[in-house]
């Protein structure tokens, strides 16, 4: 039986059956591979962006401020009344003003009596 070649982990794995293929990419090692080899792939089309804007802005292809010669166009000005203001926390961190009550049926204690 034919031998199958995983280009991620660089590697033969002993049978091409897709039992084994199955268990092989399940694998916490294959899958690391996969995502380092993407992560690798992600940076150098970043790097290889970066490259081309910084050479295109070096060569005055790129004007040095994104609207020259005036004001954004519209819907891309600050919001109108200055930053928004921050909230002390998320909603489920504030605290209550007063204990919230439970109801109680009639008939029933309540816990803390």
């Given at each position: 039986?034919?031998k199958?070649y995983?280009?991620?982990?660089?590697?033969?794995?002993?049978?091409?059956s897709?039992?084994?293929r199955?268990?092989?990419?399940?694998?916490?090692?294959?899958?690391?591979?996969?995502?380092?080899?993407?992560?690798?792939?992600?940076?150098?089309?970043?790097?290889?962006?970066?490259?081309?804007?910084?050479?295109?802005?070096?060569?005055?292809?790129?004007?040095?401020?994104?609207f020259?010669?005036?004001?954004?166009?519209?819907?891309?000005?600050?919001?109108?009344?200055?930053?928004?203001?921050?909230?002390?926390?998320?909603?489920?961190?504030?605290?209550?003003?007063?204990?919230?009550?439970?109801?109680?049926?009639?008939?029933?204690?309540?816990?803390?009596?």
């Amino acid at each position: 039986m034919p031998k199958f070649y995983c280009d991620y982990c660089d590697t033969y794995l002993t049978h091409d059956s897709p039992s084994v293929r199955k268990t092989h990419c399940s694998g916490r090692k294959h899958k690391e591979n996969v995502k380092d080899y993407y992560q690798k792939w992600m940076e150098e089309q970043a790097q290889s962006l970066i490259d081309k804007t910084t050479a295109a802005f070096q060569q005055g292809k790129i004007p040095p401020t994104p609207f020259p010669g005036g004001p954004p166009p519209g819907g891309m000005r600050p919001p109108m009344g200055g930053p928004m203001q921050m909230m002390p926390g998320p909603p489920h961190m504030m605290r209550h003003p007063r204990p919230m009550m439970m109801p109680v049926r009639p008939g029933m204690m309540r816990p803390d009596r």
